[in-house]
């Protein structure tokens, strides 16, 4: 693994650590599913959710969409289908926002990065930003 993978993994462990007290104020207290096993694909979890969290350094509107790789839908279809409910969270330069994983509001793409001396273009489940709302509107 190169210096910039490693750098950007860190990144994204300490955000989760660092936002991990909010998610717990929404949801309830979460078990961080990166500490058993650090390639889960939902990082977050307890008996009612499944909660998968992405740091983007982007405004959000800056795209038409926000992704994710295509196993977190598979993963969060195995959570719904134990009865637990799933959201992605992405955290923009701008706010924290949701989207709960429902059929029919997601597509997929090629996509990925090349700037981390591989080609890690894989299918990447995309939402329209019409279906993501800010975190602070998310009632139960």
């Given at each position: ?42 990082d ?27 196993g ?39 996509g ?29």
């Amino acid at each position: 693994m190169n210096n910039i993978k490693k750098q950007d993994l860190q990144y994204g462990f300490s955000n989760e650590a660092r936002v991990k007290p909010q998610l717990d104020n929404v949801f309830g207290e979460l078990i961080n599913n990166n500490i058993i096993n650090k390639y889960s694909k939902i990082d977050f979890q307890n008996d009612n959710f499944g909660v998968e969290y992405k740091r983007r350094r982007i405004n959000f509107g800056q795209y038409e969409t926000l992704f994710f790789e295509e196993g977190k839908i598979d993963e969060g279809w195995n959570y719904v289908n134990n009865g637990k409910r799933v959201f992605f969270i992405w955290e923009c330069n701008n706010g924290l926002y949701y989207w709960e994983l429902k059929e029919g509001e997601y597509f997929y793409e090629i996509g990925g990065r090349t700037d981390r001396g591989m080609d890690e273009r894989k299918r990447l489940a995309n939402i329209k930003l019409e279906h993501i709302k800010p975190l602070s509107e998310l009632i139960f």
